[in-house]
């Protein structure tokens, strides 16, 4: 049973460039979350999404960021223009149901110069 | 209010002993979900163990076990006969409810394990 899958795994870019990351989640998940993690902020919480819908936004830090869910399947994170202090390991995580636990993919270090 | 407090923010054990890695939670919800990762040096995050708030029984997954204390609010890690791979961050969360009936995660801080040979 193939668990959440993230591309890509590294992602190194220049400031001003797009940045899109991708997820898929686990089959038969309601639940989808992107998270930031930093030494300095911890585990971040940008947004989710239940049943391809954004349910709470209110972590996305600011315009330049933006997610998408158009199926059940995929979900995207883009970062336009990408600045250095948006350099983190981003996670995506799936989950089952209102109450279970969260299954998280490998993560995408992003390194923006 | 922190919702998920661990505070221990470093421990050590001996290898081959136990460790009881401690978790508080707060919410006013009777359903609810408790669950323990482990984050190693790598980065990925496990997902190691998990407890329903109806669960009579503390959840075990091999060598994890979730000691809930339902009155005291607490869903504290037990990792017996710790092994040198045991090293790394665990973080304690909870799965419950906003105010849309919407799934809400909260996470703690993290304590960070070393195990000594």
């Known amino acids: 049973d193939a668990g959440v899958i993230q591309s890509p795994r590294h992602e190194v870019t220049e400031m001003g460039q797009e940045v899109t990351l991708r997820c898929k989640p686990i089959?038969?998940?309601?639940?989808l979350f992107w998270y930031r993690q930093t030494m300095m902020r911890g585990l971040e919480l940008l947004i989710y999404?239940?049943?391809?819908?954004?349910?709470?936004d209110s972590g996305m830090p600011e315009d330049r960021f933006s997610a998408k869910m158009p199926n059940a399947s995929f979900s995207t994170l883009k970062i336009q223009p990408s600045e250095p202090r948006d350099s983190a390991v981003y996670f995506c995580?799936?989950?089952?149901?209102?109450?279970?636990?969260?299954?998280f993919g490998n993560g995408t270090r992003l390194t923006v110069t | 209010a922190q919702k998920i407090t661990q505070t221990q923010p470093g421990m050590f054990v001996q290898e081959k002993e136990a460790v009881t890695l401690d978790c508080t939670y707060d919410?006013?919800?009777?359903?609810?979900?408790l669950f323990w990762y482990k984050q190693p040096s790598s980065g990925e995050m496990i997902f190691l163990i998990y407890q329903g708030s109806y669960d009579e029984q503390n959840a075990t997954e091999g060598r994890y076990s979730l000691n809930f204390q339902k009155a005291r609010k607490s869903a504290n890690l037990v990792i017996s006969a710790s092994q040198l791979g045991d090293s790394a961050m665990y973080f304690c969360a909870m799965s419950d409810l906003n105010s849309g009936g919407y799934q809400k995660v909260t996470f703690g801080t993290g304590t960070k394990l070393q195990v000594i040979p």
């Open positions: 995580a799936s989950s089952p149901d209102r109450l279970g636990p969260l299954h």
């Open positions: 919410t006013s919800d009777q359903s609810y979900g």
């Open positions: 999404f239940n049943n391809n819908v954004p349910i709470d």
């Open positions: 089959s038969g998940h309601d639940y």
